[in-house]
Every structure is written in C-alpha cells, then in structure tokens.
C-alpha cells in the first residue's frame, strides 16, 4: 500500500499518518519531522532548511526531493509507504511520479484531508507538542499526558507564520489536489470531524 497525504497544515496529516502506519504496516515518511530532524542535529541539510521553515516558507525542491529519493530506498519502505508532507509542489509531484516508474512502485492512494483555514489557524497556534517524545497536545496541557515531559510550541505555530504557511499551501499544494483527481487516484476526506472519524471516513473510502 502506497499512499500520499494532502492537505494544509494542521488538517491532522501527522496523525492519520501514524494510525495508517499501524494499520497497513508501513514506513511514514514525514518531510516535516525529517527536517525537523536535520535542523535538531545542526547538519548541513538542517542548516540549510531551517531559515524556510522558521518563515513558514518551502525547502528548495531540489533539497527536499533528494531527501525522498533516499528515504524511498530504504528498506522498511519496501512493504510500503506513506507521504506525509509530500509532494507539496507540481515539480515534487512530478519527480516522485517518475522516481515510482523507474522503481517499478506506484501511488495507490492520494488522500486529501480537507479542514477550513479558520479551524487550521485556530488549531496549530494552539497546537502543543512534548519536547521529549512528540506527543501532539493543546494549550491546555501542563505536561506530557504520555511520558511527563514539558510541552513547548513549534517555532512556526505562531499566528504570522501559520498565515504564510497557508497561503504557501494554496498557492503551491493546494492545486496538487486536481492533478491527482485528474490521475483518479484521489480521496476527499473531510477532516473537521474527530481523529478516529476522519480514519473511519478514510478506510471506507478506500474499501480496507
Ligand atoms: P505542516 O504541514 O504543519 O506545515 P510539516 O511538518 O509538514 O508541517 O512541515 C514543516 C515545514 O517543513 C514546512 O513549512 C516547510 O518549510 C518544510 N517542508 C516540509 N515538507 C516539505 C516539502 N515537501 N517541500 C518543501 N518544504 C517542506
Ligand atoms: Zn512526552
């Protein structure tokens, strides 16, 4: 099971990503949390990213479709993979369409999960994540519920940057969502309805 996952900031990606992952048993693979990674570690791809993604802007593609490339190659992959994140432009969808053919893979699933930019602005500046092991809270979360560790807010979960995150997202991602209507391989889940629903919508959408 191949699949992609659209759609904007804080539609709620991350977390249908990990429960498809236990689902069907197969490697996330999170554009976001690869370079968040990057950055963490000070490497060079970290220190190139960083200044896009502190202002809500895209990493070149030509950095972030490298770093698919290899991640594709990996083995736990092989089973089958989930795009969190990415494509995010028509070039990264078009290098990930030819780098499936010359593997002989294909995408089985582009699933869109569609929210309003009022609900999405609401959610991310209010979004909480444990410092310690990533577990996605709210406001109102002291500490971790999972591991006690402190909760902090990203550095681009603030109200400017999540504005320029949207507008990046209509702008750039946003018309990926005709391109794989148009390669009938799309699904339209509405995501304002709670996590556990939106995975039910999905899995009946894609008969599993
Ligand atoms: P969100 O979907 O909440 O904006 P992500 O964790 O997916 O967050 O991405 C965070 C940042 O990482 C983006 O704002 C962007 O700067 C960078 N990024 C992630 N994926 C890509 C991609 N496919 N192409 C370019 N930049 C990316
Ligand atoms: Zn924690």
Redesign the pocket.
Same mark, same amino acid.
């Given at each position: 099971m191949n699949i992609v996952l659209l759609g904007a900031? &804080?539609a709620g990606?991350g977390t249908q990503a990990e429960k498809l992952v236990d689902a069907f048993d197969i490697a996330h693979i999170?554009? +976001?949390?690869i370079? !968040?990674a990057s950055v963490k570690a000070g490497t060079p791809l970290g220190l190139e990213?960083k200044s896009?993604?502190d202002a +809500?802007?895209?990493?070149p =593609?030509s950095v972030?479709i490298g770093l698919v490339k290899e991640r594709l190659k990996e083995e736990d992959a092989e089973r089958g993979f989930i795009l =969190? &994140?990415?494509?995010?432009?028509a070039t990264?969808a078009v290098a990930l369409a030819s780098e499936l053919e010359e593997l002989g893979r294909n995408i089985d699933y582009a699933i869109a999960v569609e929210v309003s930019p009022e609900v999405i602005i609401e959610r991310?500046c209010s979004r909480r994540l444990c410092k310690a092991c990533g577990y996605i809270g709210s406001k109102g979360d002291e500490a971790c519920p999972l591991c006690a560790g402190e909760m902090c807010q990203r550095d =681009?979960d603030n109200p400017d940057i999540v504005r320029n !995150?949207l507008d990046v997202y209509t702008k750039s991602t946003a018309p990926l969502i005709d391109y794989y209507r148009g390669a009938d391989l799309l699904i339209e889940i509405d995501g304002i309805q709670s996590p556990e629903d939106v995975f039910k919508s999905i899995k009946k959408a894609m008969k599993a």
């Open positions: 900031p &804080g990606k999170s554009t +976001g949390n370079l !968040r990213a896009f993604m +809500g802007e895209l990493v =593609d972030v =969190d &994140g990415f494509p995010r432009t990264q991310l =681009d !995150r």
